[in-house]
């Protein structure tokens, strides 16, 4: 899964991961858990919490089954990242681009959601903003799907894309 903060993306990947019966790896409370840690803020911790994520994710792999990763996945290093893994596992890698085309509704609900994990700061709108600018152009195939639309009708092109991929 990717998309900005606030789009819907964590909503949608734990839909897909209960009609797959897949677990969902996500980035934002492997971070929160190191800052909780006491690992300073000022340190990487997001790559560390894509990297943590990625470890958990290889080992669910080993075991024959589906895993679903949860993070804005921004930049090309982070989507290189999952290529890399599907390729170490032999598995074949589907990515889902989650966006909003109504920015009012995407401010709504980022400024609106209450996700409760502990130590975890939530974006402003003016760090999606930067975030957004920072979005580099995708060059790998995968399904865009837009919350403007509702969940049951995302959570059936998004499993139509990933049995497309068996």
């Known amino acids: 899964m990717a998309g900005l903060p606030g789009v819907g993306k964590s909503a949608l ?17 492997i971070e929160a858990a190191l800052w909780r840690a006491g690992v300073e803020r000022t340190q990487p911790t997001g790559l560390a919490a ?4 990625e470890a958990v994710a290889d080992g669910v792999l080993a ?9 804005v996945n921004a930049v090309e290093p982070a989507r290189r990242q999952w290529r890399a893994l599907a390729a ?17 509704l995407h401010r709504s609900r980022l400024e609106q959601r209450v996700r409760g994990i502990e130590g975890f700061e939530e974006p402003d709108w003016n760090a999606v903003e930067r975030l957004r600018a920072e979005y580099e152009p995708w060059i790998d195939r995968r399904l865009v799907l837009d919350t403007v639309a509702e969940m049951p009708a995302n959570l059936k092109q998004a499993l139509e894309f990933v049995a497309g991929l068996r």
């Open 63 to 71: 075991l024959g089954q589906t895993v679903i990763v949860d993070a």
């Open 50 to 53: 894509y990297l943590a994520a």
């Open 88 to 104: 170490r596992q032999h598995v074949r890698l589907a990515f889902i681009e989650v966006v909003c085309s109504s920015p009012d």
């Open 13 to 29: 990947a734990e839909a897909l991961g209960g009609a797959l019966s897949a677990p969902v790896v996500s980035v934002d409370p």
